[in-house]
């Protein structure tokens, strides 16, 4: 049985020779379980065993909700310029330019039209891995496109939300996209064109204060953390102790800030029957 002993100590494969497991074929969720991405995508980014709804962006979201994956895609030429000449650890275009470069997106928000079961649709979907997802001016300013085209083909519009808030980089003119994108939906609102606002996790900030809490049907995703300021600040400016959990999409349906929570797996489905009802 000497086959079983090792003669050499050590490693003895040399390093060209090895085999490495590619990244990305696994995923370990926050419980500890370990999916394999196919299933995972198989299953829209929801785990079997647990039911948690893993973070995806507007690629993911788009191949989910249009049919067969065909969409046009609006403004996708868009980018941030640097009106405040703003430098902090390193100078903003630059901070753009490695996003970009990083996550193969203009900015924090793409949108696109196409047919969802066969309905028209203008869906405006934000990636939280652009700068936090943060609203700037291009963000802002699409999102406002967005609703421009939806008003004059009478189509309805739905806005998937997933961000931290304003982006401190362009101050002033990130806080001006709350005001000029609610009066957008004011005027959808007129022409009594339906608006889905979809929170997912998470959804804070001045997205939260704006567009993300305006629709005619505020839905949002199992677990998304969904608030304006953190616990921490809420306590320290009210001084009382904050319930555990009172920033999760179900403690908000429970308090009537929310109409009802999709899982993902059923939110093509939901949305067509929802669109149908309004038609």
């Not at 973070?55 to 310029?81: A, M, P, Q, V």
């Not at 009478?154 to 980089?169: C, E």
């Not at 996790?201 to 949002?220: E, K, Q």
């Not at 953190?230 to 800030?257: A, D, N, W």
Request: hydrophobic share 40%.
């Amino acid at each position: 049985m000497a086959w079983f002993r090792r003669k050499d100590k050590g490693i003895q494969t040399p390093t060209e020779a090895k085999k490495e497991a590619p990244d990305g074929l696994w995923f370990k969720t926050p419980s500890g379980k370990i999916i394999h991405t196919r299933e995972l995508k198989n299953n829209s980014y929801v785990v079997p065993e647990d039911g948690y709804h893993v973070r995806i962006g507007s690629k993911e979201y788009f191949e989910l909700l249009f049919d067969d994956n065909l969409f046009t895609e609006l403004d996708d030429s868009l980018e941030s310029s640097d009106p405040l000449e703003f430098v902090d650890s390193k100078p903003y275009p630059d901070r753009i330019k490695a996003a970009q470069k990083k996550t193969e997106l203009k900015d924090a928000v793409r949108t696109a039209h196409g047919k969802l079961q066969g309905l028209p649709i203008v869906i405006a979907c934000m990636d939280f891995s652009f700068v936090g997802g943060s609203m700037g001016s291009v963000v802002g300013e699409k999102i406002a496109r967005a609703i421009d085209y939806a008003l004059e083909n009478q189509v309805p519009f739905l806005m998937i939300s997933k961000s931290g808030g304003a982006r401190m980089m362009e101050a002033g003119f990130s806080l001006m996209q709350m005001a000029k994108t609610s009066a957008k939906l004011a005027l959808l609102n007129q022409a009594k064109i339906p608006y889905i606002s979809l929170m997912t996790d998470p959804t804070t900030g001045g997205v939260t204060a704006s567009y993300a809490m305006l629709g005619d049907f505020n839905i949002a995703e199992p677990g998304a953390l969904i608030g304006f300021a953190g616990p921490r600040v809420i306590e320290q400016t009210i001084g009382k102790t904050l319930p555990k959990g009172f920033q999760s999409s179900e403690f908000l349906l429970e308090h009537g800030f929310l109409d009802f929570i999709v899982d993902r797996r059923n939110l093509k489905s939901r949305l067509s029957t929802l669109l149908r009802m309004l038609e």
